[in-house]
């Protein structure tokens, strides 16, 4: 990895965007946020752990339910990027030699 990347790590903190909607949202716990979330209890937990990351589908839900902007969320967890970077691959139909080749 290279240092930015290690950087970026040190300052991703999924807890203090949990913590911080829990607050919000005047709920007990992470089993409370799941439900108005409406994600299964684990995947809190698994974001907690660090095993998975905040998905954009999540973060849109955490802005639905919270009426905070995507921005201010991203902020919370230490996300700071200005852009992001979409591989080439992404997006484009499968080539019909690698569709046969998948099938």
């Not at 290279?2 to 040190?10: E, G, I, L, M, R």
């Not at 005047?26 to 698994?46: F, G, H, Q």
């Not at 992001?84 to 997006?91: K, V």
Request: charged share 30%.
């Amino acid at each position: 990895m290279t240092d930015t990347s290690n950087s970026q790590n040190a300052s991703y903190n999924p807890d203090h965007l949990l913590d911080n909607l829990i607050k919000k949202l005047s709920l007990k716990n992470d089993a409370a946020l799941s439900r108005a979330l409406e994600v299964a209890p684990p995947l809190i937990s698994k974001i907690r752990h660090r095993r998975v990351p905040v998905g954009a589908s999540l973060l849109i839900r955490m802005h639905e339910v919270s009426d905070m902007s995507v921005r201010e969320l991203r902020d919370l967890m230490g996300d700071r990027r200005a852009k992001y970077r979409i591989s080439d691959a992404q997006g484009k139909p499968a080539s019909k030699e690698n569709a046969q080749a998948q099938a």
